[in-house]
């Protein structure tokens, strides 16, 4: 396939940059730096959060699909995953691309958005523990980035792109093991972690799964 890889320079990024080339796909790397990629692939240079229009057409023009592991790494890169998808889903407006799959959070179906002022206040998926504590806890700690990716995914679900949202818990830089649970709409009971590998795994397995289109995908150990 041909695939656009934004944010391959990210640990899911590298990830699915790494997996996709060895799977013999050809891949755009869209980076807002290229100093730390780790292929030798063709290469946008684009800012996400001033957003060149052209640059991230040509990115997009002619893939199968987008993939994204985009997200703010420091506290200035703050909104990035709202405003870097909404430019990413115009340019596949503007170029007829219709797929991407891009990472969110396991906690983000019960943070409210414009889209979706009132959520569950639970995920089904989430056992005692994770709804009265962890849950509470991290969302507290991450509540801008939560509020920045819980307005992507509203940005996608208003789009008319072939969207899948995939919401990990707690990162890990663990091996590639293939062993994880999915579950479509909520969280994996006892899920705690997932390494970005396995994540970029299923990122790329879920190019293939037609029924994960307009799904939001919990992924855990
Ligand atoms: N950490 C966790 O445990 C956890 C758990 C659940 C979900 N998540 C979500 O998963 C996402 C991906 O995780 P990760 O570990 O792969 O994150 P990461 O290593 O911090 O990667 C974030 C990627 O976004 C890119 N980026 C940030 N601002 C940008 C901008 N203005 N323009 C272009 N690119 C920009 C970064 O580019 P640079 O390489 O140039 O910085 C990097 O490639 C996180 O951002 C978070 O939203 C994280």
Redesign the pocket.
Known sequence: MKLTIV???????RQLLEQAVAAGHTVTAV???TK?LSKQVRVIR????TPDRGALESAVEGADAVLS?????LSS?EG??SR?TRAIVQAMNATGVRHIVV????PIGTVPSPGRPNPPRHDPGDGFFMRHLFSPLTKAALRQ?YAD?ALMEDILRDSDVDWTVVR????TDGPMTGTYRVAHGQNLRRGLFIS?ADVAQFMLRLLNELESIKQSIGIAN
């Open positions: 944010a391959a320079t990210g640990g899911i990024g980076v807002r730096s730390t684009v800012d996400l959060a592991g985009l997200g703010a790494r890169d990035v995953a870097g990472v969110s959070a396991a980035q990716l990990p818990p707690r990162l970005r």
